[in-house]
T-cell receptor, first 110, second 116 residues
Framework: GQNIDQPTEMTATEGAIVQINCTYQ??????LFWYQQHAGEAPTFLSY????GLEEKGRFSSFLSRSKGYSYLLLKELQMKDSASYLC???????????FGKGTSLLVTP | GAVVSQHPSWVICKSGTSVKIECRSL??????MFWYRQFPKQSLMLMAT?????????EQGVEKDKFLINHASLTLSTLTVTSAHPEDSSFYIC????????????FGPGTRLLVL
C-alpha cells in the first residue's frame, strides 16, 4: 500500500523561508513530485526527484532521501501568492499513476 | 510547461442524468491520461488510468460502469458520469503524461460537478 504524510497546515511570514516535509512508505518508488494547488484550481507542477539530493529551481527547492523515505520542499523569499496547498505525490513501480498525500495548506502572512 | 484543457469547467445537472467531461492535451501527445476526483479539503484520489486505444484501468472502489472513460486519441480522453447522484458532486481533474521518458504529469484546470 501507499502511505504519504505531510503536515496539514503551516504558517510563515512574507520574505521568510519555509520547509514542507513529506514522508512516504510505499510498495515501490519511482519518483516523487511536488505540486502547488490554489483553492479551486488544478495542481501545478513544481518539482520531480527520483535520485537522492537537492533540486533547485529559483525560489523553490526539493530534496529527496530514498533510504529515509523523506522529501522536503523549500520555499525561499516567501510571497503572499505562495499561500496555497502543496501536494507531495509518489510514483510507484506499477504504471505511471501518482499517489498523493493530503496536502499541506500554507498561509503566508504579511 | 505542457497545456492540458478540460471542458466544461463547471456543470450543474439533475440527479439521474449523465455528464461528459473532456480532457485534451493541447501541445503534446499524451500516452497516458489520468482521472482524479477531489472532495473539499481533501487530496486528489486517482479514479482511473487511461491509455490511448485500450480500456481504462480503474482503482479499487471506482465503478467502471458508472464512470465511463474513453481515450480515443493521443490528445483526448473523456469521462462520463452516468446516472449522476448528489454524492458524485466533486471536483474532477484530469492529467496527462507525455511519455517518451518524461515523467511529469500535467493537470487540467478541473471540472466542478454539482448534482442536484
Amino acid at each position: 500500500g501507499q502511505n504519504i504524510d505531510q503536515p496539514t497546515e503551516m504558517t510563515a511570514t512574507e520574505g521568510a523561508i519555509v520547509q514542507i516535509n513529506c514522508t512516504y512508505q510505499t510498495s515501490g518508488f519511482n519518483g516523487l513530485f511536488w505540486y502547488q494547488q490554489h483553492a479551486g484550481e488544478a495542481p501545478t507542477f513544481l518539482s520531480y526527484n527520483v535520485l537522492d539530493g537537492l533540486e533547485e529551481k529559483g525560489r523553490f527547492s526539493s530534496f529527496l532521501s530514498r533510504s529515509k523515505g523523506y522529501s522536503y520542499l523549500l520555499l525561499k523569499e516567501l510571497q503572499m501568492k505562495d499561500s496555497a496547498s502543496y501536494l507531495c505525490a509518489v510514483k510507484g513501480n506499477s504504471g505511471y499513476a501518482l499517489n498523493f498525500g493530503k496536502g499541506t495548506s500554507l498561509l503566508v502572512t504579511p | 510547461g505542457a497545456v492540458v484543457s478540460q471542458h466544461p469547467s463547471w456543470v450543474i445537472c439533475k440527479s439521474g442524468t449523465s455528464v461528459k467531461i473532456e480532457c485534451r492535451s493541447l501541445d503534446f501527445q499524451a500516452t497516458t491520461m489520468f482521472w482524479y476526483r477531489q472532495f473539499p479539503k481533501q487530496s486528489l484520489m486517482l479514479m482511473a488510468t487511461s491509455n490511448e486505444g485500450s480500456k481504462a484501468t480503474y482503482e479499487q472502489g471506482v465503478e467502471k460502469d458508472k464512470f465511463l472513460i474513453n481515450h480515443a486519441s493521443l490528445t483526448l480522453s473523456t469521462l462520463t458520469v452516468t446516472s449522476a447522484h448528489p454524492e458524485d458532486s466533486s471536483f474532477y481533474i484530469c492529467s496527462a503524461r507525455e511519455g517518451g521518458g518524461r515523467e511529469t504529469q500535467y493537470f487540467g484546470p478541473g471540472t466542478r460537478l454539482l448534482v442536484l
